[in-house]
């Protein structure tokens, strides 16, 4: 037989849950819009659970905030389970901040000590201007994928799933380069600004599969000069990126797509001229 | 206005195929003649977007997000069901749509549940041939996983990220269609209203979320592709800015809203830790096949696990109680989701919760490890595993995990008829949106498959025969109509505006949770609804006088953003108490306490409530108005579930 009894002893035990014992000190990025200029303001943090994530961290300020009548601190963020690439943040000097192979809203308070002075910074990449405060604006992520980024099939494929046989290796391949969210910490970390990570995921994920190979050539040129005509820097192999990389995509996805890119330049001339038109 | 579902004659198996005849088309030239507004980039909108696109008309697609491949399909871990019987298992369209009507309580309309089993073998071809990177065989075939409510194999995934994986092929074929110049993409674009002329939706109003603009579109035709709205309930799985208000906005305007409280509760989710807590986690159904639940047979215990002075592998197995394995012999760990979740709430209440916050059980791999070895816990579940230790910093090789129960999906929705039209002519909604495919409760690995299936496969034939109809005429913003809207949304956003009380949107949001969780959650009683009635008008009330809204219009305000969602919500919240309120059955995901049977399973009253509770808005703070689609079932027996 379920019943109905009152929770609310346990609701008041939630709230004292939340009442931790950290202080911090944040140094924040705040900037109206990307017209006018930033700075650093510094906010106190106030009894932090250790196991709040970092952005539950930056939610109670933001509420402490409103009540004051300040407006809080903006910054992008959606599913909170480190899957939808919204969220960013370069925390003390790392996107994501200090730990690997996890993005900010998976951070945890425990990470840091109590009384530490954390500085929170939007990316910064010309390439990404300033949206407000910690937020900027990756479009131009779309456009490089909107450049080339796909397999050109129509809604209505009558072939079989099962008619293209594709190894399990490859797809096991295909599938670590498709993980990318989207993020942008890889330009973020880099010195030169460099997008090469994040392009070079899709043209590696397209260029293993049989499904990529008749726009193989044309693909890798399309999405490049987007991702030129964008502003961002170029590769000096530092690896930063992939240190960086939430997903933890490989290095390894540039060497192909430099490889792919060098055989269209030297050897597919004619294809790829007949696919501009 | 009566309801006419439209679904078409003949036997179950042809209705979908002689409907595609039966459409009227708009041939080649003419389709660039049309306008589509396409709100939301998940799997149904993106889907929709790229195909109507594909076929010539002319698409204008919306997401408040970023990116359109921010879309919280995203999120989605499991799979996505097909009857592709490629495991020569038995497996066949009628065994999937008969699954789907039973998992979904009898609740759901056949008609609709055959269509989508009947396309299912085409989203995963179209996927395929996207470049989606599915699991495969050594043979390089494609691989297939079992999931519940079903015994066969039909399941297709990609590790532990289908719903990534599926979204950004949607996505590429999106941006295909974006770079080709048929579709504009508007993305931080909020959608606030729909315009509605002589009856029929002719576009909406937005408010651009990067300058505040406020702004009109027209179309022949809008497609709702706004997801689903758990967050009614505060803490759900689902992303911080899923929300109703798309769907909300348009039930104000006129489109009915179909069976609004039945949502699902999936089980086996990482408990909350504490107030400050913004979402929760989803752990793999998967989990069940080889954890254990428990919880300790005494209060006593209880406490001294949550105070911490004893350890949970320290509690002596006499102590123990293995409630889902003693109730249910038979099916053991493995009930439904809805069984296990509201015997799980049954625990904690009864003050055997353990954890810091009392809010959970646990779910103990213990014997697992020692049957198996660690080893080989670690490659079945290691990324689970991993997760968890990130998120609660404890070691579930060692110590059990703890959970409980967590707001997931939402099966009610705006009403739809057979071609996805809402009661509005003209509007439409696809994927969670809508009310039309899981009846009382989804079966996992089906979301993905009807957020496709509605975007793919059945809208770019409907739309046309509608479009058809209204012809090519152009429909632009000059139309009073349009500043008429407009109007209505600056003022609504005024309002909120002027708020300068002493709670934040978010505070409101939690209370609302607090209350939807308590008694329009797991178990609802009565007596328990109309309590929750009381509770949600006075939440409205207090939130129109002690809101507090920072900043103004013109500017990134997320403030602004949050405070309109969350009127919604708490609208939606009434409602849905309404909906448990009049729905004096339980079946599937709403539990009513008084109607449940000896074994405390839910009891179904079909003489009564086999139909769809479809609500009409009547204006503010005026009682809906309740329409009734009586549910015919032609193909599948109604029987009760048991599982004991």
Known sequence: MYLILDTNYLIQNLKEMSNGNMNLTLKVWRQKNAQTSGKFVSYKAENISPDMSFLEMLDVVNEGLTHKGDEPINFDHDCREGICGMCSLYINGHPHGPKRGVTTCQLHMRTFHDGETITIEPWRASAFPVVKDLAVDRSAFDRIQQAGGYVSVNTGVTTDGNALLIPKVIADEAFNSATCIGCGACVAACKNASAMLFVSAKITQLGLLPQGQPERYSRVQSMVAQMDEEGFGSCTNTGACEAECPKEIKLTNIARMNNDFLSAKLFREEEIHEAKH | ?644
Request: glycine content about 10%; overall charge neutral.
């Open chain 2, 1 to 644: 206005m009566s309801l006419d579902a439209k679904i078409p004659e003949g036997p179950l198996a042809d209705r979908w195929n002689k409907h595609k005849f039966d459409l009227k088309l708009v041939n080649p030239a003419n389709k660039r003649k049309y306008d589509i507004i396409v709100v939301g980039t998940g799997l149904a909108g993106a889907a929709a977007a790229a195909s109507l696109a594909e076929l010539g008309y002319n698409v204008k697609a919306f997401c408040f997000q970023d990116s359109p491949r921010r879309a919280h399909s995203i999120a989605a871990q499991g799979g996505i069901n097909a009857a592709k019987n490629y495991q020569n298992d038995g497996d066949s369209v009628f065994r999937l749509f008969y699954d789907t009507i039973k998992g979904g309580d009898y609740r759901a309309r056949e008609s609709n549940v055959h269509r989508l089993a009947e396309v299912s073998v085409n989203i995963i071809d179209q996927c395929v041939a996207q470049g989606v990177p599915f699991a495969r065989e050594y043979g390089g075939l494609l691989d297939n996983r079992s999931f519940g409510g079903s015994q066969v194999s039909r399941t297709f995934y990609a590790r532990g990220q289908t719903g990534q994986q599926l979204l950004l092929g949607a996505y590429s074929a999106l941006n295909r269609q974006i770079h080709a110049g048929k579709v504009k993409m508007y993305t931080r674009t909020e959608m606030l209203d729909v315009v509605t002329i002589d009856g029929h939706a002719k576009g909406i109003v937005t408010r651009n979320m990067l300058t505040g603009a406020i702004e009109s579109h027209a179309g022949h035709a809008v497609l709702l592709c706004t997801g689903g709205y758990s967050n009614v309930f505060y803490l759900s799985t689902n992303a911080i800015g899923s929300n109703v208000t798309a769907a909300w906005r348009a039930h104000k305007r006129g489109a009915y809203f179909g069976n609004p409280c039945y949502t699902q509760i999936h089980p086996t989710c990482i408990p909350v830790t504490g107030d400050h807590q913004s979402k929760l986690t989803l752990m793999s159904e998967s989990l069940r096949n080889d954890g254990r639940v428990w919880a300790p047979k005494t209060v006593e215990i209880a406490e001294q696990l949550r105070k911490g002075t004893i350890k949970a592998d320290q509690v002596k197995e006499d102590d123990r109680d293995y409630f889902l394995e003693r109730k249910y012999p038979a099916f053991g760990n493995l009930v439904p989701r809805d069984v296990a979740s509201r015997n799980a709430k049954e625990m904690v209440e009864e003050g055997k919760g353990v954890g810091g916050s009392g809010f959970a059980v646990f779910l103990d791999f213990a014997d697992a490890i020692k049957r198996l070895g660690e080893d080989t816990v670690r490659a079945k579940y290691g990324n689970l595993f991993d997760m968890y230790i990130q998120i609660t910093d404890e070691n579930p090789y060692k110590q059990p995990m703890r959970i409980y129960p967590a707001v997931h999906y939402t099966m009610g929705g705006l009403w739809v008829d057979y071609n996805l039209s809402t009661t509005i002519p003209g509007l439409y909604a696809l994927g969670e949106c809508n009310f039309s495919d899981h009846g009382a409760n989804r079966l996992g690995a089906s979301a993905l498959m009807q957020g496709l299936s509605d975007g793919y496969f059945v809208i770019p034939y409907t739309l046309g025969d509608y479009l058809a109809k209204i012809g090519p005429k152009k429909v632009d913003t000059s139309h009073p109509a349009f500043e008429a809207t407009k109007k209505d949304v600056i003022a609504h956003i005024n309002k909120l505006l002027a708020l300068k009380g002493t709670k934040t949107a978010n505070e409101y949001h939690r209370e609302l949770g607090h209350i939807m969780w308590e008694y329009c959650g797991m178990a609802r009683t009565d007596e328990g609804l109309k309590k929750a009635k009381g509770l949600i008008q006075a939440l409205k009330a207090d939130f129109w006088k002690n809101a507090i809204v920072a900043g103004e219009n013109e500017e990134v305000n997320a403030s602004l953003e949050r405070a309109g969602r969350i009127a919604d919500f708490i609208e939606l919240g009434e409602l849905m108490v309404d909906d448990a309120l009049m729905r004096k059955e339980s079946c599937g995901g709403h539990f009513r306490v008084e109607s449940q049977t000896a074994d405390g399973e839910a009891l179904r009253d079909d003489e009564n409530f086999a139909f769809v509770a479809a609500w009409e808005f009547k204006g503010e703070d005026q009682p809906e108005e309740l329409h009734k689609e009586e549910l015919v079932f032609e193909a599948v027996h109604l029987s009760q579930r048991n599982y004991a």
